[in-house]
């Protein structure tokens, strides 16, 4: 599939679960396909990076469900910083990072809920009424926050390989919750760096590198430096450069507006890689 | 009062003896995760397992736990792996108990319930978005946690915004099996060491940095500091502290620019 035949088949209004974590291993590709697209009202669940920051600050969001939105090496992402403090995201579901697996596992699961700790004595359940605790059927009576599943409409995530079928491969250190997010979504579409005959995964990395099955994904897509700007090791690692420029276009509309003509709303992953290759070129 | 600049007796500077005083906080915990967060928290957790806390486990950050005396921002690929943490595992670790975190403060009050979330009354819309809740209401109610402030009179506030990680009067609220694991063990500023060894869990000092007065403290503070009995002067670091902060962890002097 191509970026934009996966957004085809996306829906204003949706909820849409992307992968990675912060500014690591964000399918990219696909998130600037949402944003060239006319898709609007999506609530986004993410472990956010720029993913959150771009189709927020692009206004494509009702809501957004988040553990942290965070660029890493800038520490809050700025686009999101302005989007909450002009009070422009209509809706938000803050939780605990650690609360917000617990949702994603909810959801892969199947259960409506899974209970915790994290949450009681804070602000997280005073600033999300919808969040409902729940109490111990056992001796112990103990009452804990139950995290709901966080029902996905559509997931997109990268990977570093993949096969035509579907099988997913990461290589860098951290899987983040990417195969919780497969599992969990209604639709998952897969982008990776490469994709490989089934026979070479082993070539590429350990068994315990394979940890998407085919069973839960619903499309491929072919994109190298499909998680650019964010990392994606061992392929690449993080563009410092292009993240900064990317954060610095927050203090200002006009130059967020050509950052977004001049990058993110390209026609397609292959103009953006032919600039991206013209850049370092020069 | 003393800046980063000044040399205190013994010849350690600021930044060093806060260095020690948060190094202080991991005494005691044996074979726990010691997650510290910024420059200051992480060469205190490198120099407490070099010292006096040799069974700390510490990460890299990214998602091994690491052996050795790394330097601060040093290339962790040749260090000896002794664990796989990725964060799947770190929320594992977190909820497990054996875990220690060292967070900031933006806003803190007598009770220790700390704000790095906004600020503003307006959660929908705060006057500044800072970090979110990120991991602090789990952590929290799940294990130790210590506090760097490095300029504490911008922090100790009457009251928070946002609650992100609850103090002792919040916990108190819940009933008896939520409360279990809280502890907030310490809380260390550019002016003492604080902790929360009061009948009513609020904010005492424990110790002051070399040249500061408890007056100065309290004039540092938009809430009143509990104080029993004479308050001792921060423990200054060893020579073998000094050599392993200056020479070891940190050559580069990375800590200094947390106070300014």
Not at chain 1, 202 to 207: A, D, I, Q, T
Not at chain 1, 273 to 279: F, I, M, Q
Not at chain 2, 213 to 225: C, G, I, N, R
């Amino acid at each position: 599939m191509t970026e934009d035949e996966v957004v085809a088949e996306l829906e204003s209004g949706m909820t849409i679960g992307i992968g990675g974590w912060g500014s690591r291993r964000k399918p990219m590709s696909l998130v600037r396909a949402l944003l060239r697209s006319d898709l609007t009202d999506l609530h986004v669940v993410s472990y956010g990076g720029p993913d959150v920051g771009i189709l927020t600050a692009a206004g494509k969001c009702r809501k957004v469900t988040y553990g942290f939105v965070s660029l890493d090496s800038i520490p809050l992402e700025p686009h999101f910083r302005s989007v909450r403090q002009g009070g422009l995201l209509p809706e938000f579901m803050e939780l605990d990072e650690g609360a917000f697996y617990l949702g994603l596992m909810a959801a892969a699961h199947r259960v409506p809920f899974y209970p915790t700790r994290a949450g009681l004595g804070s602000s997280m359940l005073a600033n999300n009424p919808e969040l409902r605790t729940v109490v111990s059927p056992y001796d112990d009576g103990e009452e804990l926050v139950a995290i709901p599943a966080f029902e996905m409409d559509a997931v997109l995530i990268h990977m570093n390989r993949a096969d035509q079928k579907g099988n997913g491969q990461f290589l860098g250190p951290d899987i983040y919750f990417d195969d919780l997010f497969a599992m969990a979504g209604e639709k998952t579409y897969l982008s990776a760096e490469r994709i490989i005959p089934t026979d070479d995964f082993l070539k590429e990395g350990p068994v315990h590198t394979l940890r998407v099955p085919r069973t839960h994904v619903d499309g491929v897509v072919e994109a190298p430096m499909g998680a650019h700007f964010t990392e994606c090791p061992p392929d690449y690692g993080r563009d410092e450069a292009f993240q900064k420029e990317y954060a610095a276009t927050a203090k200002d509309p006009e130059h967020w507006a050509r950052f977004r003509a001049d990058w993110l709303e390209l026609e397609s992953h292959e103009a953006y890689r032919a600039k991206l290759d013209e850049k370092s070129a020069s | 009062m003393s800046t980063v600049g000044d040399e205190l007796e013994g010849g350690a500077t600021l930044d060093e003896i806060c260095v020690v005083a948060l190094a202080e906080a991991f005494r005691g915990d044996g074979e726990t995760l010691c997650n510290p967060m910024g420059p200051v928290p992480v060469i205190a957790g490198r120099l407490a397992r070099a010292t006096f806390e040799p069974d700390l486990m510490l990460t890299d950050t990214i998602a091994y736990a690491i052996e050795g005396n790394l330097p601060l921002g040093a290339d962790p690929s040749g260090a000896t792996i002794e664990a796989y943490l990725p964060f799947r595992s770190i929320f594992d670790q977190v909820w497990s108990g054996k875990r220690h975190v060292v967070m900031g403060a933006p806003q803190i009050d007598r009770h220790g319930n700390q704000n790095f979330a906004a600020i503003g009354d307006d959660y929908s819309h705060p006057k500044v978005q800072l970090l979110g809740m990120r991991g602090a209401p789990g952590n929290l109610i799940n294990h130790a946690t210590t506090y760097w402030i490095p300029t504490q009179a911008r922090s100790f506030v009457e009251s928070v915004d946002v609650v992100s990680g609850p103090g002792y009067d919040a916990i108190a609220r819940l009933p008896e099996p939520s409360r279990r694991f809280h502890e907030i063990r310490r809380v260390v500023t550019d002016l003492g060491a604080y902790d929360f060894e009061t009948e009513n869990g609020t904010m005492r000092v424990r110790s002051l940095h070399p040249g500061v007065t408890l007056e100065q403290a309290q004039a540092a503070s938009a809430f009143e500091l509990a104080v029993t009995g004479d308050v001792p002067v921060s423990r200054l670091p060893t020579a073998e502290e000094l050599h392993l902060i200056r020479k070891v962890f940190d050559p580069s002097g990375v800590r200094k620019a947390e106070f300014r």
